[in-house]
């Protein structure tokens, strides 16, 4: 076999598979056509209404909600300050936010760094009042058979109080969020703490 016909063999065969349909090594693939059955497009992400509505809406500052000077009426005497703040924030589907506040800090003998009373507030706030007494009602389900249980119908609807040792929390809506006030001290009996967690929800 000569040299010539040596190197027209794969150049014919070349030829031939080019010919037939096949591709030349180093051509681009052959683009997909949609129209007939081929690779489609991806589909658009759903887009969720109740999302899009919740980022849209301005959200509740539990801090400036519940203020400092607001404390004042009722725990007489006591220089509250916040101890802890967490700017609203999207947690699932409600806007989050947090504030702590500590009064008494350093006057007990044996805990020079703690404090003598604590007030929190917790807001969440979904897209609807209805949703959040349905998140309220949730909750209350849960907590009914809990020691210190008592319904707080002055709050509206589904709204509850509940008492362990030094502690007493109020769950309620308010202006279409759900609201969690704790106060907590050493020395105030559940009932009277209570009240003030009432008198705090009342001032909102």
């Known amino acids: 076999m000569t040299r010539w016909t040596m190197l027209s063999i794969p150049a014919l065969a070349l030829s031939s598979l080019v010919a037939c349909g096949g591709s030349a090594p180093g ?9 007939n059955g ?24 539990a801090c400036a909600w519940l203020p400092a000077e607001k404390l004042a009426a009722a725990y007489p005497g006591l220089a509250f300050e916040v101890a802890q703040k967490v700017e609203p924030r999207m947690s699932g589907y409600v806007w989050d936010s ?42 209350r389900e849960g907590a009914a058979s809990t020691t210190g249980f008592e319904p707080q119908p002055s709050l ?7 008492a362990s040792t030094g502690v007493a929390s109020l769950h309620f809506v308010k202006n279409g969020s759900e609201v969690q006030i704790n106060v907590s001290d050493l020395e105030t009996p559940s009932a009277e703490k209570v009240q003030k967690a009432i008198a705090l929800a009342g001032s909102l």
């Open 156 to 162: 509206g609807e589904n709204a509850y109080s509940a």
């Open 27 to 35: 051509d681009a693939p052959a683009t997909p056509d949609p129209a």
């Open 38 to 61: 081929a690779e489609a497009a991806p589909a658009a992400a759903a887009v969720d209404p109740e999302f899009e509505q919740l980022k849209s809406m301005v959200p509740v500052d």
């Open 98 to 139: 947090r504030c702590t506040y500590y009064a008494g800090v350093g006057t007990i003998e044996f805990a020079k760094d703690a404090p003598t009373h604590t007030v929190e507030i917790f807001v969440a706030t979904p897209v609807s009042e209805a949703k959040a007494l349905a998140n309220l009602a949730s909750r």
